[in-house]
């Protein structure tokens, strides 16, 4: 069995405070450089002085282009948080759970010119929870991705992994630009289309950058960041029509049943009490969120 040390680490400065990656390779003694110009000359100058056999690229989101893949002899190997050649691109946990998908996950595999399109190493697939999050599901992955790696770093290591083409046929990508209906809520959704939305684009414990759900009323928006499913059958009322205000909730009138906001932000994604967002928002039981009457008579 080969054994490998790691000649640079390089990592992007941290955006607030200490980079705990560039603190915990001071301390071992590992060589590392914050940039956030990962494909610029001087920086693939420093790839080619350390001449690395190997290069690994986690928890990476600039795409390496052709003059820094060049320089690893073995090649370059990338974590992927999605079962490739789905969901490649960029925020596939979020994009698995809006689409109602009951399974996710993770995959190593080599980079070539293209995006997320390399040789496949390995994968490990696990089933979606019916209250998993965005943030929740992808600490789920990174997890699966650490133990994956255990089993088979030795092979990268020795040149015996597997190369495995993708078959493209089915293949999905979401880039930067893709957001999930633009960030908004629509109140004509189910209650399952609404929750997998809410679901999709919270990020607990970790930083969104996506978007947050948002809805309007009065012209002034608002944002949601959890939901309950109340009641399922479709009531009297038109979808986006508040049902009832209760201490911990907001029903709503969705396509096929009643859905309580429990945890919403003002229009400054300062988080309110129910009763004082109610206040603030002049919500009683009867009002429509904005939007919702025009949408009914088109539907």
Known sequence: QQH??????????????????????RRAGIPVVETNRL??????????????????????????????????ADGTVNFHNGPLPRYGGVNPCSWA?????????????????????????????????AR???????VRCILE???????????IVDGTAPRIPQDRTNAS?????????QGVIDFSWTLAELDRFVRALSFYPLKNTLAYPKATCRSRTFYVERVVPVVSGKLAASWGTVVEIWPDRIDVQVA??????????????????IVDFASSYGLAAGTLFDGAAV?????
């Open 256 to 273: 096929d049943g009643v859905v309580g906001l429990t945890s919403v932000l003002d229009d400054e994604r300062r988080t309110m009490k």
């Open 132 to 138: 998993d999050t965005a943030g929740g599901l992808t």
């Open 39 to 72: 494909n610029q000359p001087e920086a693939v100058d420093l790839f080619r002085r350390t001449a690395p056999d190997l290069l690994f690229s986690i928890n990476n989101f600039k795409i390496i282009k052709e003059p820094l893949l060049a320089i690893p």
């Open 97 to 129: 759970i809006v689409n109602g998908e009951v399974e996710h996950g993770v995959t190593w595999h080599y980079v070539d010119v293209g995006i997320d399109t390399g040789e496949i190493i390995a994968q490990s697939r696990f089933p979606i929870g």
């Open 173 to 181: 990508y979401y880039s930067l630009k893709d957001v999930p209906n």
């Open 145 to 155: 991705g650490v133990r994956l790696f255990g089993d088979i770093v030795s092979q």
């Open 4 to 25: 490998a040390s790691i000649g640079l680490v390089v990592t992007e400065p941290a955006s607030a405070g200490k980079n705990i990656l560039t603190d915990y390779c």
């Open 295 to 299: 949408l009914q008579e088109t539907m």
